[in-house]
């Protein structure tokens, strides 16, 4: 049995910088269908949206597993390392299965999970910097490509994704990103992010070089997004996006593998069984803990 710790990690609030006057700031507007269309839309934009992918109560099942163990004061942006249980395989299952085509060209076969994740905004969290997970330098030869989920119905009091549209080239970054994003000189340039005001089961495809931030949240409630990526070289690790997943998962689960260990049955039945067998723990200044699973090692 293989002894895994599904883990809470708090971002550390100085990260995170309200940069003020953003202009206009619109959504996406209609997601796109069909594989042609969305490559082409990552192709231009570096992002291509599309909707329906998930249920309504199929994602509202992963949402209250991840908000139910979240700290009530403190820290307000979390990164919730998520385990291979039902919910978070079926979702990830539509998921991919949507642009399986789609990852397939992008990627190739030699890619592995890299993420897998919820991003959570609590109440009071402030605008994240502006960044891209990846850069054009050492490397240029490895290639990252992500899918963020809504979990519910997202506005603009939840502070959704910014994403700066076209931002995935080297001219983009070369002219504003060479010592990190210069939020004023994009927007001087009218260059203005758009907001992922997405439907609960919508998802975004992004590609890692894109430029984008968290927004600050006003709303009461967690706000909570999938987020899933796979990298192509394993062990160039993103100077801008470090592993958010489960550390025995890592380099394990290859995207030409997908169909098989989502098809898998799950260690346990329900994030509840799992919950009971696990307990609970919320320890102060350290990594927060909400479950302690015993898991079958399950090699590929």
Not at 184 to 208: F, I, N, T, Y
Request: with cysteine; glycine share 8%.
């Amino acid at each position: 049995m293989i002894r895994l710790q599904c883990v809470l990690l708090m971002s550390m609030v100085a990260g995170a910088v309200d940069v003020g006057n953003t202009g206009k700031m619109e959504g996406f507007g209609e997601g796109v269908d069909g594989d042609e269309r969305i490559l082409q839309e990552i192709a231009e934009a570096g992002v291509a949206r599309v909707d329906g992918v998930a249920g309504k109560d199929e994602v509202k099942q992963l949402y209250d597993f991840v908000v139910e163990g979240l700290p009530e004061e403190g820290v307000t942006h979390h990164n919730v390392q998520l385990p291979l249980l039902l919910p978070v395989l079926n979702t990830t299952r539509k998921a991919l299965g949507k642009v399986e085509k789609v990852f397939s060209t992008l990627m190739g076969g030699d890619s592995v999970l890299y993420e897998l994740c919820s991003l959570v905004n609590l109440n009071g969290a402030t605008r994240q910097r502006t960044h891209a997970d990846f850069h054009y330098d050492i490397e240029d030869s490895s290639k990252m490509y992500s899918i963020l989920l809504a979990l519910q119905d997202i506005t603009v009091e939840m502070g959704p994704t910014e994403i700066f549209l076209s931002s995935h080239t080297k001219d983009f970054h070369d002219t504003y990103c060479s010592k990190g994003c210069e939020d004023h000189l994009m927007e001087r340039d009218g260059h203005h992010a758009k907001l992922a005001l997405l439907k609960a089961g919508d998802m975004l495809v992004m590609h890692s070089n894109i430029v984008h931030r968290g927004g600050p949240s006003t709303y009461p409630e967690p706000r909570a997004y999938l987020w899933i990526s796979f990298l192509s070289l394993p062990e160039v690790i993103p100077a801008g996006s470090p592993p958010t997943i489960v550390p025995w998962y890592r380099s394990k689960y290859m995207y030409s593998k997908h169909r098989e260990w989502l098809a898998r049955p799950a260690p346990f039945p329900s994030f509840e069984e799992a919950r009971r067998m696990g307990g609970s723990e919320d320890v102060s200044g350290t990594p927060y803990q909400f479950a302690d699973f015993d898991m079958p090692d399950m090699e590929m």
